[in-house]
């Protein structure tokens, strides 16, 4: 299988140097490769470490007005588990919510995992 006209685009914020990756893909693939690595970033990126649970921290930033915040897991269970943790916790406003209702209103949520997050 192969798709010769493919294009992808490769992202993230903590690689660093990347130009190995280029050039192998270059040579795999004999097309040009493109790095933009100064773009600034929309939102400053800091790294805390704590103890205070997760759902504590969040609301702690939250409070010091250091939002957006952007949370990764390693899993769909580990995500589900803070997103209803935190869906209790007023990350966000009752105008919030109505507006994501009204940007999702139509929205078929047909998975057994889209049916999870619709309740959310």
Do not use: C, W
Not at 32 to 41: S, T
Not at 50 to 62: G, S, Y
Not at 90 to 98: E, T, Y
Request: hydrophobic letters at 40%; glycine letters at 4%; aromatic letters at 6%.
């Amino acid at each position: 299988l192969t798709l010769p006209d493919t294009q992808f685009l490769l992202m993230s914020a903590t690689l660093g140097n990347v130009d190995a990756i280029a050039d192998k893909l270059e040579d795999m693939t004999d097309t040009d490769v493109d790095i933009i690595a100064d773009a600034p970033r929309p939102v400053p990126l800091t790294y805390e470490y704590t103890l205070n649970p997760l759902e504590k921290t969040v609301e702690l930033a939250f409070g010091k007005d250091e939002t957006p915040i952007y949370v990764v897991h390693f899993s769909q269970d580990a995500a589900l588990e803070t997103a209803n943790a935190l869906s209790s916790t007023g990350v966000s406003s009752k105008q919030q919510r109505a507006a994501i209702a009204e940007a999702i209103k139509g929205t078929k949520f047909t998975t057994a995992f889209g049916k999870i997050l619709q309740r959310l």
